[in-house]
């Protein structure tokens, strides 16, 4: 069952597919009963959230209620520290699900979270090195870079411009082993780091993610971060919209209309799923791994999934960021449904084995790399 505010989205969906398994709906996903409603009527035993974090905490209460499975790509919002936000965290990514944790583990209940492609494949790629390729781990490091470009836009982001901005701007958070979470200015820490497969060099800073918030629950290392490659231009350009207070989500009232700052810049923009045929170039999703391997010796690992737009346009008709992001939840429902993924409570994906996951990778054609670094 898909599902959108707008049904004429999901109705276009279902009547390209072509498949009597698909039906669309409409739900309000800021409304815990109509979401519950919509559960009930479809009578679904999990939940796919693949809307902006935004809505996490109806969607996520909805599940809990009805007593079906959610998983989202995406955890709940944070909120800066009141008074020392670049230095102490105040509320973190997913504090309100993770609250909740034992509460579905009670009911033995599933709460999947951040099981898109960063957080998620990511997560996996910790686990499977823990597990696998080291001893003892330093670092878990995630490094996203990419070379993509889109024609005829100065300024288009490849994702949800709502969460790029979230991200973004918010402090950073990294987490140490005897000091744990804490924050530091936006875009800190810069470092240059080379993509594999043609992308080469990108200068990658700190961003709030939602990694550092799960790898530590479930791996034993000594610190963990998330750099992003955004680039200087795409910096400045989020830097004057935060100048100008176009970041805000709090409605204003502009000409008699009540409307948030940042929704109207998202609606401004380009949808991101309709830059495919625009796009060429490649994006780079990976773990960054040091520390001591099996045989005590130092190691440094990167562990990393690449897609490439044209690849993904010519055998999926979605952009390669889209596609990168939705191939995880596809195969982590698989593994839930055949049972390889059991598991109660509110769980990262770091929290399971990974070998599953990484074999349907591999069967979907687009499977994972591994280059030792020195």
């Not at 994006?283 to 690449?306: E, Q």
Request: glycine share 10%.
């Amino acid at each position: 069952m898909l599902a959108d505010y707008d049904r004429s989205r999901p109705e276009a969906l279902v009547t390209k597919l072509d498949d009597g398994r698909f039906s669309a709906h409409a739900v309000d996903a800021s409304s815990v009963a109509g979401v519950l409603d919509l559960i009930r009527e479809t009578r679904a035993d999990a939940v796919l959230n693949a809307v902006d974090p935004l809505f996490n905490v109806p969607i996520f209460d909805a599940c809990f209620e009805a007593g079906v499975t959610y998983l989202d790509m995406a955890m709940t919002l944070s909120e800066p520290h009141h008074e020392r936000p670049f230095e102490q965290v105040g509320v973190k990514l997913g504090d309100y699900q993770f609250d909740r944790a034992d509460a579905w583990a009670e009911k033995g209940q599933l709460a999947l979270v951040g099981i898109g492609v960063e957080p998620g494949a990511a997560d996996v790629f910790a686990r499977f090195a823990a597990d696998h390729l080291f001893s003892s781990i330093d670092e878990v490091g995630i490094r996203d870079g990419a070379n993509l470009v889109v024609d005829g836009y100065d300024f288009a982001p490849t994702f949800s411009i709502w969460t790029t901005i979230e991200e973004c701007l918010n402090p950073p958070v990294i987490w140490e082993k005897g000091k744990g979470w804490f924050t530091t200015s936006p875009f800190s820490e810069p470092e240059v780091f080379t993509f594999p497969e043609g992308i080469g060099p990108v200068e990658c800073v700190n961003v709030e993610h939602e990694e550092v918030l799960l790898v530590p629950r479930w791996i034993d290392c000594k610190r963990v971060t998330f750099k992003y490659g955004l680039g200087d231009e795409f910096i400045d350009v989020l830097q004057t919209l935060h100048k100008l207070g176009l970041d805000g989500k709090e409605k204003i009232r502009v000409k008699g209309v009540e409307v948030a700052p940042r929704d109207v810049v998202a609606a401004a923009l380009p949808d991101p799923a309709t830059l495919g045929k625009r796009m060429t170039g490649k994006t780079c999703a990976g773990t960054l791994v040091t520390g001591r391997g099996k045989d005590g010796s130092p190691r440094r690992t990167y562990l990393y999934h690449v897609v490439d737009n044209e690849w993904s346009m010519r055998e999926y008709g979605s952009q390669a960021v889209v596609w990168q992001t939705a191939i995880n939840p596809v195969i982590a429902l698989e593994l839930i449904a055949q049972g390889a993924w059991q598991g109660s409570g509110v769980l990262g994906p770091e929290a399971l084995d990974p070998m599953p996951f990484l074999d349907l990778l591999g069967v979907y054609g687009s499977p994972h790399g591994v280059l030792e670094l020195v």
